[in-house]
Structures are given as C-alpha cells and as structure tokens.
C-alpha cells in the first residue's frame, strides 16, 4: 500500500496567518491527490481533488499544488471556520486509498 | 439535498455482529459507487470496504477481509456493512462516502454521512 505522510502534525495559527500543510507520498502518485478538512464530530469535507482543483463552494483561500510525491495545501488567509483537521487522500493505487494521518490547524 | 445517514452502531462484545446502514437520498443511490471508511477514536481515516455501482465489484481492507460484508440494495437506496467476529481494533466510527469519478482512477469522495460509532468491549 502507498503511505502517505503529512508534516505537521499540528500547528498553531492566528486568525490571517498563511498556512501551508504538506502531504508526501512513498512512491510517485502523479496528481492522484485529494485533501479533506474535518471538525470534530463530523465526516470530513472536500476541499481539493486531483491535486489542485477547488471543489464547488469551497472558498478560494484554499489551493492545492504538487505531482509526483510531495504535496502542499494552502490556506492563503485563516479564518476561524478552517481551525480543524486536514488529510490527504491518494487514489493512484486502490484499493485501498490511503489517508495521511492528518494535521490538526488549531488557534494560536 | 444529498444526504447519508449511517446508523446501526451501537456497543457490541468481542466476537459480536453488527450490520451498519446508510440511507441515501437527494440523488440517484445506483450510478454511484460507494466506501465505508472508519476512524478510530482519536485517530485517522482508514479505508475498510468498497463496492460498485451495482453491487458486482467489492473490496475490503485486509484487516477485515473475510470478516465484514458490504452490500447495497438500490431498490431501498441503502447501502450496508455487516460485520462480524468484531475485535477490538474494529472499534471506531464508521463513515459512508459517495465516491465521485473524473477519469480512469481519479476520484474523490465528494459527501459522507455523519458516521455511525461502533464499540467492541465486553
């Protein structure tokens, strides 16, 4: 199976903050890379497919970028609604597709 | 609206069953494939099983082959996980996902249910 990491774990931002999530897959999974925002006591919600591609409704504050094995998720300017876990999800190889194992955004 | 709606969890002893449910409603439950995915308390999200459109083509993760089935009836827009000789490590809450094609591989999980808890303690 593909494993894929995200760096950080956490992180502590403020209200307008840049913030940048980074996803690393262990081999090459072109742009077959989706990423998920999660709050507590929820499903999780998409937020970019294939790589960089803003799901319908998402604020455009959120971009995706990266192909290969390394990934990045941009929050250009926090808000208090985006404090929550992100993951990202490979589909190159599935089943199963796999999931980092998440970063938690929390208020600085 | 499109929704999903999990239920059927609930406590359950080491070696139990327990059949999860996911009622679908505001679009057409049989042009689309479906996962359940589950996470553990505190933990992140895990594949656990997939299954087509129409029901021909299933999928399990190896930690539960053998042990869980998935289903779906698109009569009742339900899809279904009956899971057996449950351990410990099973428990966790369990998310439907509507999964969403682009091309040959591409695909996203575009809504889920509010997930369904599954607890394993005797």
């Known amino acids: 199976d593909i494993q894929m990491t995200q760096s950080p774990s956490s992180l502590s931002a403020s209200v307008g903050d840049r913030v940048t999530i980074t996803c690393r897959a262990s081999?090459?999974?072109?742009?077959?890379l989706n990423w998920y925002q999660q709050k507590p006591g929820k499903g999780p919600k998409l937020l970019i497919y294939a790589a960089s591609s803003l799901q319908s409704e998402v604020p455009s504050r959120f971009s995706g970028s990266g192909s290969g094995t390394d990934f990045t998720l941009i929050i250009s300017s926090l808000q208090p609604e985006d404090f929550a876990t992100y993951y990202c999800?490979?589909?190159?190889?599935?089943?199963?597709?796999?999931f980092g194992q998440g970063t938690r955004l929390e208020i600085k | 609206e499109v929704q999903l709606v999990e239920s059927g969890g609930g406590l359950v002893q080491p070696g139990g069953s327990l059949r999860l449910s996911c009622a679908a409603s505001?679009?057409?439950?049989?042009?689309?494939?479906f996962h359940w995915v589950r996470q553990a308390p505190g933990k992140g999200l895990e594949f656990v099983s997939a299954i087509s459109s129409n029901g021909g083509t299933t999928y399990y993760a190896n930690s539960v082959e053998g042990r869980f089935t998935i289903s779906r009836d698109n009569s009742k827009n339900t899809l279904y996980l009956q899971m057996g000789s449950l351990r410990a490590e099973d428990m966790a809450v369990y998310y439907c996902?509507?999964?969403?094609?682009?091309?040959?591989?591409?695909?996203?999980?575009?809504?889920w249910g509010q997930g369904t808890l599954v607890t394993v303690s005797s």
């Open positions: 996902a509507r999964k969403q094609r682009l091309t040959q591989g591409h695909y996203y999980f575009d809504y």
């Open positions: 081999q090459s999974i072109s742009n077959y």
């Open positions: 505001g679009f057409t439950f049989s042009s689309f494939a």
């Open positions: 999800q490979q589909t190159y190889s599935s089943p199963p597709d796999t």
